[in-house]
Every structure is written in structure tokens, then in C-alpha cells.
């Protein structure tokens, strides 16, 4: 029997998560054990509390943008060791021998495991990870800093990555993945407008203080036709928005998990090669590039830190588009 530990559970779909105690788990062959320091709040912990993905681990422990230590190692781990600080993101397993895991694209395998999702996360004071889906993290970041790049950073980058070489990008939605992205763009010499429900100035200031040249509600028109869109916000009236904004043979990418439906739209703001996409989940190859490429940045992300115990608290703050950057869990 292991000792307990303290977390954080959905016994069912739109109900407040329970504070639990849980036996601390034990490491199965190639599992490593992690003492949880941080764990950021993602919009898509979220609709799995809403209930709005489907078919949760029943009782599930949520949270996939984990930093902390690993204390136990089990058979066959070696790329991690006792005292090391790691990284847990969503792409918790995969099975190696799909099509899309030998073609490069394990993000679409159809057997993949995603953490706080099909497995226990990280709110709690431990968690059990497969050591192939961790990542050591930059020194230059602490726990807290580190935690949001793990899913906000990650889908967030592989979201500008399919944007193409545009100059003028549009985000929409300026929560967590953008705060971080419109840095990322920044440094690539892109000019970043950014789009927010209108009428919140606040998020406005915000991303202008991150380098947007431009800020202001998503009911308003860009000043300029742009290169693409990145759309982070759950609100399928923004794709015919974002298409409306975007320059001929330009790209909106949607880089949720959910979203609501999509209003029907006039063939014309989609014709002229513009390219309506999605982005789900990420492959580990994503995290190493983004890993390596934040502190050059360097990224800097804004957090707001709250007790495991409040975890109600920073989904409904999140729900309520109150946070400014990124929730963090501390245990
Ligand atoms: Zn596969
Ligand atoms: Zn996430």
C-alpha cells in the first residue's frame, strides 16, 4: 500500500471537482512517479469538467501541463532520473504502429492516451507518466513559469506552425496559448493583432503590453487584411470572423479541442485558396522544438497561482475569461 496523497476529482461531468485522498501511485515498466510542484489550468480541462469531450476516466484526476520531480523510476526507465525535474503535456501514450504514429503524426493516433484526460493528471501531489512522453525543461523558467508552456505553449506553437509565413497574424481569444504565442510571433518578426470578446480593454492592454500592434473586439474589423488567424477561443462565430479578416490565400487556424458550432458562411470569404484548418493535440517532436525554442525568446508567461484545494476556483475564473495569462495549480 502506498502512502495517500491529496487531489483533486471528477466523479462526474458538471460537477465540482472533488478534494480526494488517493493512494500515492506506484510506477509501472517504463513509468516514472512525480512529485507535482505546478500544474497550469488548460481550457481543455475545462470542457472535461463541462462535459463537453466525451467519456472521461471515471473519477479522473485532471491536469496536463505538469512540472515536477521525479521520486520513483520503474523497470526499464532510463531517461529520466530520481531528482530530475520533468514536464508532463497532454500526448500521454501512443501506440508506435499506427499509420499516423509511422507517418510522423502521432497526434492523430487513434489509440492515443491524453493525460488528465484517459489518465490521471497532475491535480495532485503525484503522478504516474510514461518517461517517453516527458521533457526535461529549460532551467530559466521555475515550476510555475515552466507549467504553461507544457500545453498553452505546445498546441499553441504547433497552431503557428501551420499558419504559414505570414507577417500579419490575427489571434483570437487572448487566454493562456496566446499570451505565449503572440510572443513566439513576435520574435519572428510577425505583427500580431489581437482580437478579445469585445469591450474587455483589459485583455486588450494585455496583449499589447505582449506586442500586438493591434488590439480590440472580435466585432471590429482587422485594419488590415491578414496572412492568417489563429482562432484559441471556443467560439465557432469567430471562424467566419476570422475568414472575413484574412487576405487571399491566407489561414485560420482553429487550435481547440472544442468549439461551439460554426454559423453557416457565403462561400466567398473561404474561396481564393484561403485555408480553414484544425490542429489537435501535438507530437513529441513539437515539444522538443518549442522547449528549445522559449527560452530564446524568451517567453515569458503570466501566471496566476492558486492552492491544489482551489482548483473550483481557477476553472470557474477561467470559465468567467477573468484570468490574465495562465491558471497554476500548487499542491
Ligand atoms: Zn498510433
Ligand atoms: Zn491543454
Redesign the pocket.
Known sequence: MGSPMRAMVLDQPRQKLRPAKLERPSPLPGQVIIRVHAC?V????LHVVDGELPDPKPHLVPG??IVGTVVEIGPGVDRFRIGERVGV??LGWTCGVCDYCRSGRENLCPNARFT?YQIDGGYAEFTAADQRYCFALPDSYDDVAAAPL???G??GYRALSMAGEGQLLGIYGFGA?AHIIAQVARHQGRRVFAFTRPGDDKAQRFAETLGAVWAGGSDVPAPEPLDAALIFAPVGALVPAALRNTAKGGTVVCAG?HMSDIPAFPYRILWEERVLRSVANLTRRDAEAFLALAPQVPVRTHTETFPLAAANDALDRLRAGKLEGAAVLVP
Open positions: 497550469a488548460c481550457r481543455t480541462d496536463h501541463e503535456p497532454w488528465g507544457l500545453c498553452a505546445l498546441i496559448a479541442i
